[in-house]
Structures are given as structure tokens and as C-alpha cells.
């Protein structure tokens, strides 16, 4: 693992020891050696011995990493805060090394332990990362699988009720047609009834419907 900002600390603290490396590329490969040596000195894959129970809360991942800090107290939060102190925050960036490389010597800390911190808590925090998106991942899977049951239930339930639909319409369909039939017949029994009664009288006391039977006929006998 190498970034950047780890150099932060090591690259001035290297040129101060290699006086007879002069150039600045120099300074960079023994800086970049060094902090791949801190590096690999560091655990491969941290273990989560306590559940997070708020992700957002970075503190809570280093203690579940069991990420301790050291007895002197300068971790790579420290350093970070005394980054954003009101006496160097708006200094440059060699007067904040310069700084912070005397307050480390003056607790008897080495840079190296600073990086060791921060390479810890980066790896835990890569670490968690997989484990965040490992369970994004089966939620995921799990939703996909929960929406084509729920679809396939969708389906199956609109197919039931075409055919409700359907089979209500043909119930319908049948029942106009036997009305029909029947008022057909009702129409030549009225009309017996009319010509037999017509022997009678010359008015017309039975009630005949012209024309075929259907809705219209039913809708223009009077009740």
C-alpha cells in the first residue's frame, strides 16, 4: 500500500538523515521505501471483533478493529487535529511538518508509529468498505429475488382476475341470450293470446311488442 500523504511525515524526516542524497528524487524513493517497509509491518486484513452499529461513525470502526490508541496519544486523528489548530492551520505546509515533527520529537514519538496508525485505520477502513458492500450486495440480490416473486404474484393475480372478468362477461353474454329467447317466445304467446281475444272485441286489451326482442324492445314496453 502506498499513498501519498503518507510522505507527509517521512519525507523531511528522510532528507534530514541522507545529507549525502542531495536530490529530491532520492529523498522520494527513501521515503516511499521506507513507508512500504512500515506498511507491510502492519496487519493484511483487520477483524471485526464488535458489531457497527452506526457506519457513519468512523470511531466506532477503529474500536470494532480493535484500533487502540497509543499510551503517548499521537495517533493520526492527533495529528489531524493539530493540522486544523488555530497556530498552524493557516501556515504552510513545510512550517506544519516542521511543527509537527517537533511536537512528535518532543513526546518521544516517531513519525514511523504515526504511519503505522494511519496504515492501521486505513486498512480498517478498506476492510469495513468490503463489508458494507458485501451486505449492499446480498440486499441487493435479496430485493431482486423478493421483486420477480412479487412481479410473478402480480402476473398470476392480474391473469385471475382477466378471467374473472371474462367468465363474468360470458355469464352476462348467456343470460342476455336466454332473455332473449324467452322474450321471443313471450312475444308469440302474447300475439296467440291477442288474435284469440280480437274474436271478442274490437279492442286491443293484450300488450304485443313489434319488433325483434333484445334491449331495445325491452326498454320500449311499458310496465
Do not use: C
Amino acid at each position: 500500500m502506498s499513498k501519498k500523504w503518507y510522505n507527509y511525515f517521512l519525507s523531511v524526516d528522510q532528507a534530514e538523515g541522507s545529507q549525502e542524497e542531495s536530490s529530491d528524487a532520492a529523498v522520494q524513493r527513501a521515503a516511499a521505501q521506507t513507508v512500504a517497509e512500515i506498511a507491510s509491518g502492519v496487519i493484511a486484513q483487520p477483524e471485526f471483533t464488535a458489531p457497527v452499529a452506526n457506519p457513519s461513525s468512523f470511531e466506532e470502526i477503529y474500536r470494532a478493529a480493535e484500533i487502540a490508541a497509543s499510551p503517548h496519544g499521537f495517533t493520526i486523528l492527533k495529528i489531524i487535529d493539530l493540522t486544523q489548530s488555530e497556530h498552524i492551520r493557516n501556515q504552510s505546509r513545510d512550517v506544519k511538518r516542521s511543527s509537527l515533527l517537533l511536537a512528535l520529537e518532543a513526546a518521544g514519538v516517531k513519525p514511523q508509529e504515526v504511519v503505522q496508525d494511519a496504515v492501521r485505520r486505513d486498512k480498517a477502513l478498506d476492510a469495513y468498505e468490503s463489508v458494507e458492500q458485501k451486505a449492499l450486495h446480498e440486499l441487493e440480490t435479496k430485493k431482486i429475488q423478493e421483486n420477480q416473486e412479487l412481479q410473478a404474484e402480480i402476473e398470476k393475480r392480474v391473469s385471475e382476475m382477466q378471467s374473472r372478468i371474462q367468465a363474468n362477461n360470458e355469464e352476462v353474454a348467456k343470460e342476455k341470450e336466454r332473455f332473449y329467447g324467452w322474450q321471443l317466445k313471450k312475444q308469440q304467446e302474447e300475439q296467440k293470446i291477442a288474435d284469440a281475444v280480437s274474436f271478442f272485441t274490437s279492442e286491443k286489451p293484450i300488450t304485443t311488442t313489434g319488433g325483434p326482442p333484445g334491449p331495445a324492445a325491452s326498454a320500449g314496453k311499458p310496465s
